[in-house]
T-cell receptor, first 111, second 112 residues
Framework: AAGVIQSPRHLIKEKRETATLKCYPIPRHDTVYWYQQGPGQDPQFLISFYEKMQSDKGSIPDRFSAQQFSDYHSELNMSSLELGDSALYFC??????????FGSGTRLTVV | QKEVEQNSGPLSVPEGAIASLNCTYSDRGSQSFFWYRQYSGKSPELIMFIYSNGDKEDGRFTAQLNKASQYVSLLIRDSQPSDSATYLCAVNTAGGYNKLIFGAGTRLAVHP
């Protein structure tokens, strides 16, 4: 069965650079969630989208923005990267059956 | 106080024993409760979810929910070394557009 696809799997950026993370939800899932998980931390909710509209917002820095496109994939844009942004970034999707599935994540390292 | 609380562990149990993982939550309006297993550097993997008070069993796993006490637990019977991981409790809070709030996770170590 198709899962949540995230790209890239690994990303290395320098401070003050920009990064774009992509998430392709499970087909027919209409909601996408982004989470950030620092080393030894629990996943922290950043932002979610339902039917291409922002549905909820968590602890997402102003330097970050996200959107969901017409094909339901989502992109997380991160600018002016800081060392503290180094983390695993997970995307999850859900649909009418409330099946909440995570992607494999993107490991971002800021140097 | 965090919205979802877990003992960080590590919880160490011998192979074949029952591992008991506990979680409390603060939002009395919470609707649904999830247990995820996470291996280091990997994404969380859903083990079970529970909506109603009582027990829910799936193979070696049993989730228990007590909404009056705002408490949810996960029992793992016949623990195996491959069960060694971090177990995350997550709660779908009321009015939260289905976002999940995670606890800090409990590290489980099953030793042969």
């Amino acid at each position: 069965a198709a899962g949540v696809i995230q790209s890239p799997r690994h990303l290395i950026k320098e401070k003050r650079e920009t990064a774009t993370l992509k998430c392709y939800p499970i087909p027919r899932h209409d909601t996408v969630y982004w989470y950030q998980q620092g080393p030894g931390q629990d996943p922290q909710f950043l932002i979610s989208f339902y039917e291409k509209m922002q549905s909820d917002k968590g602890s997402i820095p102003d330097r970050f923005s996200a959107q969901q496109f017409s094909d339901y994939h989502s992109e997380l844009n991160m600018s002016s990267l800081e060392l503290g942004d180094s983390a695993l970034y997970f995307c999850a999707s859900s649909g009418e059956d409330s099946d909440y599935t995570f992607g494999s994540g993107t490991r971002l390292t800021v140097v | 106080q965090k919205e979802v609380e877990q003992n960080s562990g590590p919880l160490s149990v011998p192979e074949g024993a029952i591992a008991s993982l506990n979680c409390t939550y603060s939002d009395r309006g919470s609707q649904s409760f999830f247990w995820y297993r996470q291996y280091s550097g990997k994404s969380p993997e859903l083990i079970m979810f529970i909506y109603s008070n009582g027990d829910k069993e799936d193979g070696r796993f049993t989730a228990q929910l007590n909404k009056a006490s705002q408490y949810v637990s996960l029992l793992i019977r016949d623990s195996q070394p491959s069960d060694s991981a971090t177990y995350l409790c997550a709660v779908n809070t009321a009015g939260g557009y289905n976002k999940l709030i995670f606890g800090a996770g409990t590290r489980l170590a099953v030793h042969p």
